[in-house]
């Protein structure tokens, strides 16, 4: 079946540590998003990529970094950079660079600093 | 801008009552709306979207949700809530022509009551 996959489901970060979020899709998506999701706050907008390698940052971009080097992948990493990481986090594609059609989630990877 | 505004972030109702999740949006051109449910923990799965082809939008699990222009809203309803139906609800907007990204509302939590 097609889909998103998100890992690991949970990550947990010392102090001053880079971690990488996995996300890929076998959809055959041209968009893939980053959103981050705390309580109360909704889904904010890290990063996005229309194509591949290229990518905009969303609202909330600083202490995160992205790549697109292949269509089917966008990992996230979240820096040393970023005072309070932890927090779910949710990848999102779209068919086309459009937003017209929605999106499709994957299930989330939920970050927490130890 | 487009804008969404969820009103109620909370919404607790009986099992077998009616479920009402407001949702009104701002958008200067003709949007495209969607409502997403997001269950404990997972990501967040389409239950219906509005593309301008009718006004009355029937989803998944027995939700619709009608498109009303002139008050720029795009209300969720079912007719009978079940026990399942507690998740948080989110509606988003795009607005046509080619827009990049769903906004989305800062969501509103369903309760079901036995």
């Known amino acids: 079946d097609g889909g998103i996959t998100q890992s690991p489901k949970y990550l947990f970060r010392k102090e001053g540590q880079n971690v990488t979020l996995s996300c890929e899709q076998n959809?055959?998506?041209?968009?893939m998003y980053w959103y981050r999701q705390d309580p109360g706050q909704g889904l904010r907008l890290i990063y996005y990529?229309?194509?591949?390698?290229?990518?905009q940052k969303g609202d909330i971009a600083e202490g995160y970094s992205v790549s697109r080097e292949k269509k089917e992948s966008f990992p996230l990493t979240v820096t040393s950079a970023q005072k309070n990481p932890t927090a779910f986090y949710l990848c999102?594609?779209?068919?086309?660079?459009?937003?017209?059609?929605?999106?499709?989630f994957g299930s989330g990877t939920r970050l927490t600093v130890v | 801008a487009q804008s969404v505004t969820q009103l109620g972030s909370h919404v607790s109702v009986s099992e077998g009552a009616l479920v009402l999740l407001r949702c009104n949006y701002s958008?200067?051109?003709?949007?495209?709306l969607f409502w997403y449910v997001q269950y404990p923990n997972q990501g967040l799965q389409l239950l219906l979207k509005?593309?301008?082809?009718?006004?009355l939008v029937k989803g998944i699990n027995g939700f619709e949700a009608e498109f009303k222009k002139s008050e720029t809203s795009f209300h969720l309803t079912k007719p009978s809530a079940h026990m399942s139906d507690a998740a948080e609800y989110f509606c988003?907007?795009?607005?046509?022509?080619?827009?990049?990204?769903?906004?989305f509302g800062k969501g509103t939590k369903l309760t079901v009551n036995p």
């Open positions: 988003a907007v795009s607005v046509g022509g080619g827009s990049e990204k769903l906004v």
């Open positions: 990529s229309q194509i591949v390698n290229d990518f």
């Open positions: 959809l055959n998506h041209d968009a």
């Open positions: 509005y593309t301008s082809a009718a006004t």
């Open positions: 999102a594609s779209s068919i086309t660079p459009s937003a017209n059609y929605g999106y499709t």
């Open positions: 958008s200067s051109v003709p949007p495209y």
